[in-house]
C-alpha cells in the first residue's frame, strides 16, 4: 500500500478535503491532480467575463474566509489565486501528485485496498477519495461536420487566449451560465457574432457591486462582520430552495422581474419573444445577467434559433438549409455531468462499474458512498448539486462526514466500510420521491436529468438539512469489516511520495 487515502483532484473539492484531514491529524494521503496547478473549474475556466453566480463570501471556506473579495460575485482569477492561496497556506502542496491523470480505479476485495493507475503509474491505497467535480468534462456536442470546420473552435473551458476575434464572425453555441457571461465580453470587438440558442434561460438582473475599501477593513479587522454577512447570504440564498423544491409557484414573482429584464433591454418584439423561456422559472439554472440582454440587443449580433444541421468547412449550417458563414465557433454547451467520465473509472466489488450503476438509478447514499464500492467516497457525488446556493457547502458538510467515518472506523479497527444496500435504496426512493414536487421535474430539458429523466444531480432541500444528515457518519447504516487475515493492519503507513 502506497498511502493510506487518495484524493482526487484540487479543485475546493480535494483541497479542502486534504486540509481538514491534516486538521484532524490525519497525514498519510496523497492527492492525485491531472493538471501541473491546483483550482479545478476554477483553473480551467479562464473565459472572459466568467465569475462566480453565488455570492463571494459564501463561496469560500468556512474555515478561510478571504477578507479582500474585490466583488459581491468573485472574478473567476480571484477564485482560482484563493484556491492557490489557501492551498498554500494549509501545506497541502507536497501531498499533491501533479500531471497524475487517474486513468482507472479497481477495488481489490482480497486485499481491501483500491487499485489506482495513473498516467504516471500505478498506486496502493486503502481509501479513495473523488473530488472530481461534477463540472470538470466539457460537453462537445455531436454536429455533423464538427471535425470538418477549417476556422477556430473551443470549448469555453479551453478558451484560447492566443486567438484574437476582433474583426472575425464568431458563432457562440448554447446561451447557458458560461455563454451569458462570455458574450456581452466579445460582443464589441467582432464583427459579428451569431448565438445560437436552442433554448432560452430564465436571466435575473444581477446585484454585482464593488466591496468597498471600508468594507474590506472591517472584514479583516473584525472577521465576525464577514461571517454574519456569509450568515445572513445563506440565509437568503435558502429562500429560494422553498420555490424549487417545495412550491414552484411562488417562483411566479421571480420570473415577472425575469421578464421585465428581458423588456427593458431589448425593443424588438420579436426578440423578446425569441428570449422569452417557455418552462418554469428555476427548471433549469437560473442564471445572473445585467449585460447579456443588452449585447444580444446590439446590431452586430443574431440570434439564430433554427437548430444546427451541420458544419462544414467554413459555416454552420441550420435546419432551414441556410449556411451562416464563420471564422471561430466558441462552443458554450456545458460539461458532461451525468455521464461524468469519472464514474467511469471506478470499478466496484463483483465487477461493477459506477457508471454503468448510476445509468440503472442506483444512485448513492448522501451522494458520498454507494453500494459495491467498499472504501469509496465521493464529494459532489449524486444528488449533491444545488439551484440555489453554494457548492462549497455541500463539500464541506461531505467532509466532516467522511473525517468523522475515517475517525469511527479506526476507533472500532475497522478495515473496510460499505453503505448498505437497503440503506442506499431507501434514501434513494426517499429522494426521487421528494424531486416530483421539485421545479425540476416540471418538464424541461436540463443537464440535472438522466436520459430517463430521473434526477440524480440535485439536493432536493434545504442545505442545512444535508448538513444535518452529514453531521454525523451513521457507521449503523454501513457494513463494517476488520482486516482479512494476512492483511496486516497497519501496513499503510509507509506512505511514499
Ligand atoms: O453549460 P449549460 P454552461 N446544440 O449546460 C446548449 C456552472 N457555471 O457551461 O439549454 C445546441 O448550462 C444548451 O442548450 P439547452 C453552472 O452550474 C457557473 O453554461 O440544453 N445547443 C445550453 O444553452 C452552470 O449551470 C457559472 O437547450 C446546445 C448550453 O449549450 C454549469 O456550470 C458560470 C447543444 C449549455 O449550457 C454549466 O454551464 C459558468 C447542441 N448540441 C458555468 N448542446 C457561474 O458561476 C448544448 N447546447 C456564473
Same mark, same amino acid.
Given at each position: 500500500?502506497?498511502?493510506?487515502?487518495?484524493?482526487?483532484?484540487?479543485?475546493?473539492?480535494?483541497?479542502?478535503?486534504?486540509?481538514?484531514?491534516?486538521?484532524?491529524?490525519?497525514?498519510?494521503?496523497?492527492?492525485?491532480?491531472?493538471?501541473?496547478?491546483?483550482?479545478?473549474?476554477?483553473?480551467?475556466?479562464?473565459?472572459?467575463?466568467?465569475?462566480?453566480?453565488?455570492?463571494?463570501?459564501?463561496?469560500?471556506?468556512?474555515?478561510?474566509?478571504?477578507?479582500?473579495?474585490?466583488?459581491?460575485?468573485?472574478?473567476?482569477?480571484?477564485?482560482?489565486?484563493?484556491?492557490?492561496?489557501?492551498?498554500?497556506?494549509?501545506?497541502?502542496?507536497?501531498?499533491?501528485?501533479?500531471?497524475?491523470?487517474?486513468?482507472?480505479?479497481?477495488?481489490?476485495?482480497?486485499?481491501?485496498?483500491?487499485?489506482?493507475?495513473?498516467?504516471?503509474?500505478?498506486?496502493?491505497?486503502?481509501?479513495?477519495?473523488?473530488?472530481?467535480?461534477?463540472?470538470?468534462?466539457?460537453?462537445?456536442?455531436?454536429?455533423?461536420?464538427?471535425?470538418?470546420?477549417?476556422?477556430?473552435?473551443?470549448?469555453?473551458?479551453?478558451?484560447?487566449?492566443?486567438?484574437?476575434?476582433?474583426?472575425?464572425?464568431?458563432?457562440?453555441?448554447?446561451?447557458?451560465?458560461?455563454?451569458?457571461?462570455?458574450?456581452?465580453?466579445?460582443?464589441?470587438?467582432?464583427?459579428?457574432?451569431?448565438?445560437?440558442?436552442?433554448?432560452?434561460?430564465?436571466?435575473?438582473?444581477?446585484?454585482?457591486?464593488?466591496?468597498?475599501?471600508?468594507?474590506?477593513?472591517?472584514?479583516?479587522?473584525?472577521?465576525?462582520?464577514?461571517?454574519?454577512?456569509?450568515?445572513?447570504?445563506?440565509?437568503?440564498?435558502?429562500?429560494?430552495?422553498?420555490?424549487?423544491?417545495?412550491?414552484?409557484?411562488?417562483?411566479?414573482?421571480?420570473?415577472?422581474?425575469?421578464?421585465?429584464?428581458?423588456?427593458?433591454?431589448?425593443?424588438?418584439?420579436?426578440?423578446?419573444?425569441?428570449?422569452?423561456?417557455?418552462?418554469?422559472?428555476?427548471?433549469?439554472?437560473?442564471?445572473?445577467?445585467?449585460?447579456?440582454?443588452?449585447?444580444?440587443?446590439?446590431?452586430?449580433?443574431?440570434?439564430?434559433?433554427?437548430?444546427?444541421?451541420?458544419?462544414?468547412?467554413?459555416?454552420?449550417?441550420?435546419?432551414?438549409?441556410?449556411?451562416?458563414?464563420?471564422?471561430?465557433?466558441?462552443?458554450?454547451?456545458?460539461?458532461?455531468?451525468?455521464?461524468?467520465?469519472?464514474?467511469?473509472?471506478?470499478?466496484?466489488?463483483?465487477?461493477?462499474?459506477?457508471?454503468?450503476?448510476?445509468?440503472?438509478?442506483?444512485?448513492?447514499?448522501?451522494?458520498?458512498?454507494?453500494?459495491?464500492?467498499?472504501?469509496?467516497?465521493?464529494?459532489?457525488?449524486?444528488?449533491?448539486?444545488?439551484?440555489?446556493?453554494?457548492?462549497?457547502?455541500?463539500?464541506?458538510?461531505?467532509?466532516?462526514?467522511?473525517?468523522?467515518?475515517?475517525?469511527?472506523? &479506526?476507533?472500532?479497527? $475497522? !478495515?473496510?466500510?460499505? *453503505? /448498505?444496500? +437497503? =440503506?442506499?435504496? %431507501?434514501?434513494?426512493?426517499?429522494?426521487?420521491?421528494?424531486?416530483?414536487?421539485?421545479?425540476?421535474?416540471?418538464?424541461?430539458?436540463?443537464?440535472?436529468?438522466?436520459?430517463?429523466?430521473?434526477?440524480?444531480?440535485?439536493?432536493?432541500?434545504?442545505?442545512?438539512?444535508?448538513?444535518?444528515?452529514?453531521?454525523?457518519?451513521?457507521?449503523?447504516?454501513? &457494513?463494517?469489516?476488520? $482486516? !482479512?487475515?494476512?492483511? *496486516? /493492519?497497519? +501496513? =499503510?503507513?509507509? %506512505?511514499?511520495?
Amino acid at each position: 500500500v502506497n498511502a493510506r487515502i487518495a484524493i482526487v483532484g484540487t479543485g475546493f473539492a480535494g483541497l479542502g478535503m486534504a486540509i481538514r484531514l491534516k486538521q484532524a491529524g490525519i497525514d498519510d494521503f496523497v492527492i492525485l491532480e491531472r493538471a501541473a496547478e491546483p483550482g479545478g473549474t476554477w483553473r480551467d475556466n479562464t473565459y472572459p467575463g466568467c465569475a462566480c453566480d453565488v455570492p463571494s463570501h459564501l463561496y469560500s471556506f468556512s474555515f478561510a474566509p478571504n477578507p479582500d473579495w474585490s466583488r459581491t460575485y468573485s472574478p473567476q482569477p480571484e477564485i482560482r489565486e484563493y484556491l492557490r492561496r489557501t492551498a498554500e497556506r494549509f501545506d497541502v502542496n507536497r501531498h499533491v501528485r501533479w500531471n497524475h491523470d487517474l486513468l482507472d480505479a479497481t477495488w481489490d476485495d482480497e486485499a481491501q485496498t483500491w487499485e489506482l493507475l495513473t498516467s504516471q503509474g500505478p498506486l496502493i491505497v486503502q481509501f479513495l477519495i473523488m473530488g472530481t467535480g461534477g463540472l470538470s468534462n466539457p460537453s462537445v456536442p455531436e454536429i455533423p461536420g464538427i471535425e470538418r470546420f477549417e476556422g477556430t473552435m473551443f470549448h469555453t473551458a479551453s478558451w484560447d487566449h492566443d486567438h484574437v476575434l476582433d474583426g472575425e464572425r464568431v458563432a457562440i453555441i448554447g446561451t447557458g451560465a458560461s455563454a451569458i457571461q462570455v458574450i456581452p465580453q466579445i460582443q464589441p470587438t467582432v464583427a459579428h457574432l451569431d448565438v445560437y440558442q436552442r433554448t432560452p434561460p430564465w436571466v435575473m438582473p444581477h446585484t454585482d457591486r464593488r466591496v468597498t475599501r471600508v468594507e474590506r477593513a472591517l472584514f479583516r479587522r473584525l472577521p465576525f462582520t464577514q461571517r454574519i454577512v456569509r450568515a445572513i447570504v445563506y440565509g437568503l440564498r435558502e429562500i429560494y430552495a422553498v420555490g424549487f423544491t417545495k412550491r414552484p409557484a411562488i417562483m411566479r414573482g421571480a420570473a415577472r422581474v425575469a421578464k421585465s429584464n428581458i423588456d427593458r433591454h431589448v425593443s424588438d418584439p420579436a426578440l423578446r419573444a425569441t428570449l422569452t423561456p417557455r418552462f418554469e422559472f428555476g427548471c433549469k439554472r437560473v442564471l445572473l445577467s445585467d449585460t447579456y440582454y443588452p449585447a444580444l440587443a446590439q446590431p452586430n449580433v443574431e440570434v439564430v434559433t433554427t437548430g444546427i444541421r451541420e458544419i462544414t468547412a467554413g459555416a454552420i449550417v441550420t435546419a432551414d438549409g441556410v449556411a451562416h458563414p464563420v471564422d471561430t465557433i466558441i462552443l458554450a454547451t456545458g460539461f458532461k455531468v451525468v455521464d461524468n467520465p469519472a464514474n467511469a473509472l471506478l470499478n466496484g466489488r463483483e465487477g461493477r462499474n459506477l457508471a454503468k450503476d448510476l445509468l440503472d438509478g442506483k444512485g448513492a447514499y448522501l451522494g458520498t458512498t454507494a453500494h459495491g464500492y467498499p472504501n469509496l467516497f465521493m464529494l459532489t457525488g449524486p444528488n449533491t448539486g444545488l439551484g440555489h446556493s453554494s457548492m462549497v457547502f455541500m463539500i464541506e458538510s461531505q467532509i466532516a462526514y467522511i473525517v468523522d467515518g475515517l475517525r469511527r472506523l &479506526d476507533r472500532v479497527g $475497522a !478495515r473496510t466500510v460499505e *453503505v /448498505r444496500e +437497503d =440503506v442506499q435504496v %431507501a434514501f434513494n426512493g426517499e429522494l426521487q420521491r421528494r424531486m416530483a414536487r421539485t421545479v425540476w421535474s416540471t418538464g424541461c430539458a436540463s443537464w440535472y436529468l438522466d436520459a430517463d429523466g430521473r434526477n440524480f444531480t440535485l439536493w432536493p432541500g434545504f442545505t442545512w438539512e444535508y448538513r444535518r444528515r452529514t453531521r454525523q457518519f451513521d457507521v449503523s447504516s454501513y &457494513d463494517v469489516s476488520p $482486516a !482479512r487475515e494476512g492483511v *496486516v /493492519r497497519g +501496513d =499503510v503507513s509507509s %506512505a511514499h511520495r
